[in-house]
T-cell receptor, first 113, second 111 residues
Framework: KQEVTQIPAALSVPEGENLVLNCSFTDSAIYNLQWFRQDPGKGLTSLLLIQSSQREQTSGRLNASLDKSSGRSTLYIAASQPGDSATYLCAVRVKAAGNKLTFGGGTRVLVKP | DGGITQSPKYLFRKEGQNVTLSCEQNLNHDAMYWYRQDPGQGLRLIYYSQIVNDFQKGDIAEGYSVSREKKESFPLTVTSAQKNPTAFYLC??????????FGSGTRLTVV
């Protein structure tokens, strides 16, 4: 059974510092990996989608890498801002029946002004 | 704008009552999903449907029921058999092996 782990569970940084969020998964038989942002009481907003054949994806200040063989992905957020404060979730789409999405527990980020 | 609409945003249920959460999408996605989110437990899959008139149980289906009569709609009923229904419920959709799109969620509280 696929397991997804995100470490650390919480992170606090001063404004301007780069953020590094880690995600690991146990089964490399995935179609893709997706990073989401969730604000308190809100739904999930998709940030980046990396297909299994890709090594990284970039959008603005966000960059996500994928190393499928080692079961790891890293989300980098450059020059953090207080508006980046949220919970970040990674999820992998497994190749098992149903192509279901398996989520990590999330990393709660606080960027202090 | 294409997207997923969940309603209502807040829902209150009395003991022994069935309630239905609505999920509608205009993305022309084939697959739809229901997740439950509890503090400290992450997202858990309740039910999913890959095509109209077909759906499968997820990891925590007991006490819930769904239907998929139209491609655009995937309502979730929380029955009286669900003993701890207070949670945040999220609906999602996807196409083929692409990424998921999520709705804004429904917060259900037992009163």
């Amino acid at each position: 059974k696929q397991e997804v782990t995100q470490i650390p569970a919480a992170l606090s940084v001063p404004e301007g510092e780069n953020l590094v969020l880690n995600c690991s998964f146990t089964d490399s038989a995935i179609y893709n990996l997706q990073w989401f942002r969730q604000d308190p009481g809100k739904g999930l907003t998709s940030l980046l989608l990396i297909q299994s054949s890709q090594r990284e994806q970039t959008s603005g200040r966000l960059n996500a890498s994928l190393d499928k063989s080692s079961g790891r992905s890293t989300l980098y957020i450059a020059a953090s801002q207080p508006g980046d404060s949220a919970t970040y979730l990674c999820a992998v789409r497994v190749k098992a029946a149903g192509n279901k999405l398996t989520f990590g527990g999330g990393t709660r980020v606080l960027v202090k002004p | 704008d294409g997207g997923i609409t969940q309603s209502p945003k807040y829902l209150f249920r009395k003991e022994g009552q069935n309630v239905t959460l609505s999920c509608e999408q205009n993305l022309n996605h084939d697959a739809m999903y229901w997740y439950r989110q509890d503090p400290g437990q992450g997202l858990r899959l309740i039910y999913y449907s890959q095509i109209v008139n077909d759906f499968q149980k997820g990891d925590i289906a007991e006490g819930y029921s769904v239907s998929r009569e139209k491609k655009e709609s995937f309502p979730l009923t929380v029955t009286s058999a669900q003993k701890n229904p207070t949670a945040f419920y999220l609906c999602a959709s996807s196409i083929s092996r692409d990424g998921y799109t999520f709705g804004s969620g429904t917060r259900l509280t037992v009163v």
